[in-house]
């Protein structure tokens, strides 16, 4: 079975500062893993996927993420935010089906 | 090309009912889950067709139900609601496996009254 830890709930941080993410995984098979995030009242929108290659996978919007099969995390970083960057961020895995974390709100603050 | 589909968007129905929710996938998409959002659980998953066929399933209560048509359009059946059930409800499609990007509909938000 796999599972996904985000261990921020909530993140506040000013308009054009960095900001990270952090999510740690187990699974028993090949890891999937992936970034969603969501706008107020709307789906889910897919970020980012690690399937194999690269451990640096960049994504839309200017989010990238690092795979580290050591430390079994999934860390999603963003050098600089904008006001639009508000909203919620999910990490999920894939094995025999997609798991997701709890989330993690990112407020951004002019 | 138009992308998933849920309708419908809103809905309210009291403990007792059963309710079918729509899902319309991204033309040439062969899978399509279900997931469950809540504020305390947060998303979990429902289940998965593929091909007319149930592929996987979430632990979930055999009240929650679904299929899949010829045209990949699915539908996902709760009988006999409970206050629980209120939720947002979204259906993601993909090509064919779990590993392919899953595209997220809006939702269909439940309240169950």
């Known amino acids: 079975a796999q599972s996904v830890t985000q261990l921020d709930s909530q993140v506040p941080v000013f308009e054009e500062a960095p900001v990270e993410l952090r999510c740690n995984y187990s699974?028993?098979?090949?890891?999937?893993l992936f970034w969603y995030v969501q706008y107020p009242n709307q789906g889910l929108q897919l970020l980012l996927k690690y399937l194999s290659g690269s451990t640096l996978v960049k994504g839309i919007n200017g989010f990238e993420a690092e795979f580290n099969k050591s430390q079994t995390s999934f860390h999603l970083r963003k050098p600089s935010v904008h006001i639009s960057d508000t909203a919620e961020y999910f990490c999920a895995v894939s094995g025999d089906k997609l798991s997701f974390g709890a989330g993690t709100t990112v407020t951004v603050r002019a | 090309k138009a992308g998933v589909t849920q309708t419908p968007r809103y809905l309210i129905k009291t403990r007792g009912q059963q309710v079918t929710l729509s899902c319309s996938p991204i033309?040439?998409?062969?899978?399509v889950s279900w997931y469950q959002q809540t504020p305390g659980q947060g998303l979990q998953f429902l289940f998965e067709?593929?091909?007319?066929?149930?592929?996987n399933k979430g632990n979930f209560p055999g009240r929650f139900s679904g299929r899949q048509f010829s045209n990949s359009r699915s539908e996902m059946n709760v009988s006999t609601l409970e206050l629980g059930d209120s939720a947002l409800y979204l259906c993601?499609?993909?090509?064919?496996?779990?590993?392919?990007?899953?595209?997220f509909g809006p939702g269909t938000r439940l309240t169950v009254l």
């Open positions: 699974s028993s098979v090949s890891v999937y």
């Open positions: 993601a499609s993909s090509l064919n496996r779990m590993t392919d990007t899953q595209y």
């Open positions: 033309s040439g998409h062969r899978s």
């Open positions: 067709y593929f091909s007319e066929t149930q592929r």
